[in-house]
Nanobody, 121 residues
Framework: HVQLVESGGGLAQPGGSLRLSCAASGYSDCRYDMSWYRQGPGKEREFVSYTDSDGSTRYADSVKGRFSISQANAKNTVYLQMNSLKPEDTAMYYC????????????????WGHGTQVTVS
C-alpha cells in the first residue's frame, strides 16, 4: 500500500524559509499527484498547494508568490519551498495523494501523511 512521510518542519523566524519534503512509497511504477494541506491552531485543515506528475501546479491565494511546490518524479518525492514565512503560516503541514498514474493505469486513492509541524515565531 502507499505511504507518505513528511519531513523538514521546524521553527523559523518571520521572513525566513523552510523546505518540506514528502516521500511516497508503495508502487515503484506509479507517479503520484500530490497536495499539501495545513491545519493551524484552532483552524480547519486547508489546501496549500498541488502538483501532478506532469508538473502542473496550484496554490492557495495566501501562499502565492511565497511558496513553491516541486516534484522529483524519480524519487516520488514532493517538496514545498516556503519563503517569506509569516506567523500565520504556523500549522501542521500534511501531504496527501489521491491519484497514482501507474504503468498499468490510474489508481484512485486517498492517503495522508502524519504531518510535520511548522512554527513561525
Amino acid at each position: 500500500h502507499v505511504q507518505l512521510v513528511e519531513s523538514g518542519g521546524g521553527l523559523a523566524q518571520p521572513g525566513g524559509s523552510l523546505r518540506l519534503s514528502c516521500a511516497a512509497s508503495g508502487y515503484s511504477d506509479c507517479r503520484y499527484d500530490m497536495s499539501w494541506y495545513r491545519q493551524g491552531p484552532g483552524k480547519e485543515r486547508e489546501f496549500v498547494s498541488y502538483t501532478d506528475s506532469d508538473g502542473s501546479t496550484r496554490y492557495a491565494d495566501s501562499v502565492k508568490g511565497r511558496f513553491s511546490i516541486s516534484q522529483a518524479n524519480a524519487k516520488n518525492t514532493v517538496y514545498l519551498q516556503m519563503n517569506s514565512l509569516k506567523p500565520e503560516d504556523t500549522a501542521m503541514y500534511y501531504c496527501k495523494t489521491d491519484r497514482g498514474r501507474c504503468s498499468w493505469g490510474i489508481m484512485n486513492l486517498e492517503v495522508w501523511g502524519h504531518g510535520t509541524q511548522v512554527t513561525v515565531s
